[in-house]
């Protein structure tokens, strides 16, 4: 089984500010990397997909990089709507995946 | 316009079976080549792949609970199902289904989720 670790658990951010969060997988899954958000009580929302892709509808303030093991989720200047949970997920081992334990982004 | 909805009772007994029923608007299941999908989350927890249903029926699920699941599909009804069974608390959780969409079949993401479903075990 692929493994998927994302850092940091948890971050404290401002409106504006920009944050990083990391996501590595146990083997490498070359560009096969999805990113999440999801928000209470809701299900998860694709943002990003073959680690660096936009889903069509996504501000073009989030970004992703990274192909191997080792993935990055950016988001440059924090609106008040982007906090959230969010999950990496290889897609590498098609039609079984794997998510991380989710980054918990919170209002500083 | 894509749209799941998953459907089943919201509790169940321990040692009992879990069925839910996932159904989708908006296009047929079995006339395109996607794979539709069941994850899982439990209170307070991240998310958790239960399996896959490809429209042709073949399926493939996590390896931890390959013992007590199956997802199968329902083309009349334009649905697919998932059952769990012997369930104990830990099954506890936030049930979603949802279509793994894809680009040229080479990546693969779940792009169209239904809103979810709880379901506790207990007596």
């Known amino acids: 089984d692929i493994q998927m670790t994302q850092s940091p658990s948890s971050l404290s951010a401002s409106v504006g500010d920009s944050v990083t969060i990391t996501c590595r997988a146990s083997q490498s899954i070359t560009s096969y990397l999805n990113w999440y958000q999801q928000k209470p009580g809701k299900a998860p929302r694709l943002l990003i997909y073959a680690s660096s892709t936009l889903q069509s509808g996504v501000p073009s303030r989030f970004s992703g990089s990274g192909s191997g093991t080792d993935f990055t989720l950016t988001i440059s200047s924090l609106q008040p709507e982007d906090f959230a949970t969010y999950y990496c997920q290889q897609s590498y081992s098609t039609p079984l995946y794997s998510f991380g334990q989710g980054t918990n982004l919170e209002i500083k | 316009q894509l749209q799941l909805q998953e459907s089943g009772p919201g509790l169940v007994k321990p040692s009992e079976t879990l069925s839910l029923t996932c159904t989708v608007s908006g296009d047929s299941i079995s006339s395109t080549p996607y794979y539709w999908a069941w994850i899982r989350q439990p209170p307070a927890k991240g998310l958790e792949w239960i399996g896959t249903?490809?429209?042709?029926?073949?399926?493939h699920y996590t390896p931890s609970l390959r013992s007590r699941v199956s997802i199968s599909l329902d083309t009349s009804k334009n649905q697919f199902s998932l059952r769990l069974t012997s369930v104990t608390a830990a099954d506890t959780a936030v049930y979603y289904c949802a279509r793994v969409g894809s680009v040229r079949s080479v990546y693969y993401y779940l792009d169209v989720w239904g809103e979810g479903t709880t379901v506790i075990v207990s007596s």
């Open positions: 249903i490809y429209y042709d029926g073949y399926t």
